[in-house]
Protein backbone atom coordinates (compact mmCIF):
# COMPACT_ATOMS: atom_id res chain seq x y z
CA UNK A 1 0.00 0.00 0.00
CA UNK A 2 1.14 3.54 -0.81
CA UNK A 3 2.49 5.85 1.92
CA UNK A 4 2.44 9.58 2.50
CA UNK A 5 5.05 11.84 3.98
CA UNK A 6 3.68 15.22 5.31
CA UNK A 7 5.57 18.13 7.41
CA UNK A 8 4.77 17.81 10.82
CA UNK A 9 3.26 21.90 11.61
CA UNK A 10 3.10 24.69 8.89
CA UNK A 11 2.11 27.91 9.98
CA UNK A 12 -0.22 30.58 7.97
CA UNK A 13 -1.22 34.08 8.11
CA UNK A 14 -5.09 34.66 8.12
CA UNK A 15 -6.52 35.46 4.88
CA UNK A 16 -3.22 34.14 3.16
CA UNK A 17 -3.40 31.00 0.79
CA UNK A 18 -2.51 27.79 2.52
CA UNK A 19 -0.42 25.30 0.71
CA UNK A 20 -0.01 21.78 2.09
CA UNK A 21 2.38 19.66 0.80
CA UNK A 22 2.27 15.56 0.13
CA UNK A 23 4.62 13.06 -0.82
CA UNK A 24 3.36 9.71 -2.55
CA UNK A 25 6.31 8.38 -4.70
CA UNK A 26 5.01 4.85 -3.98
CA UNK A 27 0.99 5.42 -5.08
CA UNK A 28 -0.43 3.09 -7.87
CA UNK A 29 -2.09 4.63 -11.26
CA UNK A 30 -5.34 3.14 -9.85
CA UNK A 31 -4.92 4.70 -6.23
CA UNK A 32 -6.58 7.94 -5.44
CA UNK A 33 -5.11 10.90 -3.02
CA UNK A 34 -7.63 11.69 -0.49
CA UNK A 35 -7.65 14.93 2.36
CA UNK A 36 -9.10 15.05 5.39
CA UNK A 37 -8.69 17.27 8.52
CA UNK A 38 -9.69 16.62 12.08
CA UNK A 39 -10.56 19.58 14.47
CA UNK A 40 -10.10 19.63 17.85
CA UNK A 41 -12.28 16.84 19.71
CA UNK A 42 -13.85 16.30 16.40
CA UNK A 43 -14.16 13.51 13.82
CA UNK A 44 -12.04 13.84 10.87
CA UNK A 45 -13.98 15.75 7.79
CA UNK A 46 -13.49 14.81 4.02
CA UNK A 47 -12.46 17.57 1.80
CA UNK A 48 -11.69 16.61 -1.83
CA UNK A 49 -9.59 13.51 -3.64
CA UNK A 50 -8.16 13.29 -6.82
CA UNK A 51 -6.63 10.74 -9.27
CA UNK A 52 -4.37 12.70 -11.62
CA UNK A 53 -6.37 16.06 -12.45
CA UNK A 54 -6.52 19.20 -10.19
CA UNK A 55 -9.97 19.14 -8.86
CA UNK A 56 -11.77 21.91 -6.91
CA UNK A 57 -14.40 22.31 -4.73
CA UNK A 58 -16.09 24.65 -2.02
CA UNK A 59 -13.48 24.13 0.56
CA UNK A 60 -9.99 23.71 -1.58
CA UNK A 61 -8.14 22.98 -4.58
CA UNK A 62 -5.83 19.88 -4.81
CA UNK A 63 -3.03 19.84 -7.71
CA UNK A 64 -1.38 16.10 -7.92
CA UNK A 65 2.22 16.37 -9.86
CA UNK A 66 2.17 14.82 -13.66
CA UNK A 67 3.83 11.94 -12.30
CA UNK A 68 1.28 11.89 -9.21
CA UNK A 69 4.47 11.47 -6.74
CA UNK A 70 3.16 14.43 -4.56
CA UNK A 71 0.41 16.72 -4.71
CA UNK A 72 -0.50 20.00 -2.78
CA UNK A 73 -3.73 21.05 -0.67
CA UNK A 74 -5.01 24.50 -1.29
CA UNK A 75 -6.98 26.43 1.33
CA UNK A 76 -7.58 29.51 -0.93
CA UNK A 77 -8.35 32.16 2.02
CA UNK A 78 -7.50 30.25 5.28
CA UNK A 79 -9.33 31.40 8.33
CA UNK A 80 -9.08 30.91 12.17
CA UNK A 81 -11.45 27.93 11.66
CA UNK A 82 -8.80 26.45 9.30
CA UNK A 83 -6.75 25.31 12.24
CA UNK A 84 -6.69 21.48 12.30
CA UNK A 85 -4.56 18.38 11.70
CA UNK A 86 -4.57 17.49 8.05
CA UNK A 87 -4.33 14.23 6.81
CA UNK A 88 -3.26 13.30 2.74
CA UNK A 89 -4.18 9.52 2.52
CA UNK A 90 -3.70 7.23 -0.87
CA UNK A 91 -6.85 5.03 -0.71
CA UNK A 92 -5.14 1.25 -0.21
CA UNK A 93 -5.27 -1.57 -3.16
CA UNK A 94 -8.08 -3.05 -4.42
CA UNK A 95 -7.94 -5.86 -2.18
CA UNK A 96 -8.01 -3.26 0.88
CA UNK A 97 -10.27 -0.88 1.05
CA UNK A 98 -9.05 0.94 4.75
CA UNK A 99 -7.88 4.11 4.50
CA UNK A 100 -3.96 4.59 5.64
CA UNK A 101 -3.46 7.43 8.05
CA UNK A 102 -0.18 8.66 8.75
CA UNK A 103 0.07 11.55 11.62
CA UNK A 104 -1.24 14.66 9.11
CA UNK A 105 -0.19 17.87 9.18
CA UNK A 106 -0.97 20.37 11.76
CA UNK A 107 -2.13 23.43 10.47
CA UNK A 108 -1.93 26.60 12.67
CA UNK A 109 -3.80 30.06 11.04
CA UNK A 110 -2.53 32.85 12.82
CA UNK A 111 -4.51 36.20 13.15
CA UNK B 1 -29.24 16.16 6.44
CA UNK B 2 -27.79 14.35 10.09
CA UNK B 3 -24.57 13.30 9.78
CA UNK B 4 -22.60 10.03 11.42
CA UNK B 5 -23.63 10.12 15.02
CA UNK B 6 -22.23 7.86 17.39
CA UNK B 7 -22.97 7.65 21.64
CA UNK B 8 -22.14 8.00 24.13
CA UNK B 9 -19.58 10.89 23.33
CA UNK B 10 -17.97 9.79 26.47
CA UNK B 11 -17.20 6.68 28.43
CA UNK B 12 -15.71 6.22 31.85
CA UNK B 13 -15.44 2.80 33.18
CA UNK B 14 -13.50 0.36 35.19
CA UNK B 15 -10.96 -2.11 34.19
CA UNK B 16 -12.37 -5.21 33.36
CA UNK B 17 -15.57 -3.75 32.30
CA UNK B 18 -17.47 -4.61 28.95
CA UNK B 19 -18.53 -1.54 27.07
CA UNK B 20 -20.81 -0.94 23.82
CA UNK B 21 -20.62 2.11 21.80
CA UNK B 22 -23.00 2.71 18.95
CA UNK B 23 -23.03 4.14 15.51
CA UNK B 24 -25.44 5.48 13.35
CA UNK B 25 -24.85 6.08 10.23
CA UNK B 26 -25.90 8.21 7.61
CA UNK B 27 -29.08 7.29 5.89
CA UNK B 28 -28.32 5.33 2.64
CA UNK B 29 -24.72 4.58 3.36
CA UNK B 30 -24.41 1.05 2.87
CA UNK B 31 -20.64 0.81 4.10
CA UNK B 32 -19.73 1.16 7.86
CA UNK B 33 -16.44 1.66 9.28
CA UNK B 34 -14.81 1.32 12.73
CA UNK B 35 -11.60 3.39 13.28
CA UNK B 36 -9.71 4.03 16.50
CA UNK B 37 -7.54 6.78 17.40
CA UNK B 38 -4.98 6.94 20.68
CA UNK B 39 -3.66 10.29 21.94
CA UNK B 40 -1.90 12.32 18.93
CA UNK B 41 -2.16 9.38 16.83
CA UNK B 42 -3.71 8.61 13.21
CA UNK B 43 -6.77 6.48 12.54
CA UNK B 44 -6.14 2.66 13.09
CA UNK B 45 -8.94 0.40 11.41
CA UNK B 46 -10.91 -2.13 13.48
CA UNK B 47 -13.41 -3.12 10.85
CA UNK B 48 -15.77 -2.68 7.97
CA UNK B 49 -19.24 -3.75 6.95
CA UNK B 50 -20.78 -3.19 3.42
CA UNK B 51 -24.56 -4.20 3.04
CA UNK B 52 -25.09 -7.90 3.96
CA UNK B 53 -21.50 -9.32 3.16
CA UNK B 54 -19.51 -11.17 5.87
CA UNK B 55 -17.70 -8.11 7.80
CA UNK B 56 -13.89 -7.70 7.65
CA UNK B 57 -12.28 -7.92 10.92
CA UNK B 58 -8.87 -7.85 10.09
CA UNK B 59 -8.44 -5.22 12.40
CA UNK B 60 -9.47 -6.04 15.43
CA UNK B 61 -7.25 -6.01 18.14
CA UNK B 62 -8.08 -9.28 20.38
CA UNK B 63 -10.56 -11.01 20.63
CA UNK B 64 -12.52 -9.25 22.90
CA UNK B 65 -13.33 -6.89 20.64
CA UNK B 66 -16.54 -7.17 18.41
CA UNK B 67 -18.93 -5.71 16.23
CA UNK B 68 -22.82 -6.16 14.70
CA UNK B 69 -24.51 -4.02 12.34
CA UNK B 70 -28.17 -4.68 12.64
CA UNK B 71 -30.67 -4.26 9.52
CA UNK B 72 -28.13 -2.61 7.37
CA UNK B 73 -28.27 0.43 9.52
CA UNK B 74 -26.86 1.02 12.94
CA UNK B 75 -23.47 -0.55 14.21
CA UNK B 76 -22.30 -1.86 18.00
CA UNK B 77 -19.15 -2.29 18.65
CA UNK B 78 -18.32 -3.92 21.95
CA UNK B 79 -14.84 -4.27 23.81
CA UNK B 80 -15.32 -7.05 26.63
CA UNK B 81 -13.25 -7.20 29.75
CA UNK B 82 -11.97 -3.94 29.18
CA UNK B 83 -8.16 -3.11 29.81
CA UNK B 84 -6.09 0.43 30.24
CA UNK B 85 -5.03 0.26 26.52
CA UNK B 86 -8.04 0.22 25.02
CA UNK B 87 -8.20 3.82 26.13
CA UNK B 88 -8.88 5.80 22.65
CA UNK B 89 -11.47 7.76 20.78
CA UNK B 90 -13.52 5.23 18.79
CA UNK B 91 -14.74 7.05 15.42
CA UNK B 92 -17.25 5.40 13.18
CA UNK B 93 -17.62 6.26 9.25
CA UNK B 94 -20.15 5.69 6.79
CA UNK B 95 -19.49 5.96 3.17
CA UNK B 96 -22.22 5.50 -0.09
CA UNK B 97 -21.09 2.00 -1.22
CA UNK B 98 -18.02 0.56 -1.74
CA UNK B 99 -16.45 1.82 -4.09
CA UNK B 100 -12.86 3.33 -2.77
CA UNK B 101 -13.90 6.34 -4.90
CA UNK B 102 -16.45 7.36 -2.08
CA UNK B 103 -15.30 9.42 0.60
CA UNK B 104 -15.97 8.46 4.04
CA UNK B 105 -17.73 10.64 6.49
CA UNK B 106 -17.44 10.67 10.03
CA UNK B 107 -18.99 11.35 13.54
CA UNK B 108 -17.25 12.96 16.34
CA UNK B 109 -16.24 9.57 18.07
CA UNK B 110 -16.53 8.20 21.96
CA UNK B 111 -13.80 8.95 23.89
CA UNK B 112 -13.48 5.57 25.99
CA UNK B 113 -11.48 5.98 29.06
CA UNK B 114 -10.57 2.90 31.14
CA UNK B 115 -9.37 3.50 34.71
Known amino acids: DAKTTQPTSMDCAEGRAANLPCNHS???????VYWYRQIHSQGPQYIIH?????ETNEMASLIITEDRKSSTLILPHATLRDTAVYYC????????????WGAGTKLIIKP | GAGVSQSPSNKVTEKGKDVELRCDPI?????LYWYRQSLGQGLEFLIY????????KSGLPSDRFSAERTGGSVSTLTIQRTQQEDSAVYLC?????????????FGDGTRLSIL
Open chain 2, 93 to 105: ASSLGRGRYQPQH
Open chain 2, 49 to 56: FQGNSAPD
Open chain 1, 89 to 100: IVRASESNYQLI
Open chain 2, 27 to 31: SGHTA
Open chain 1, 26 to 32: TISGNEY
Open chain 1, 50 to 54: GLKNN
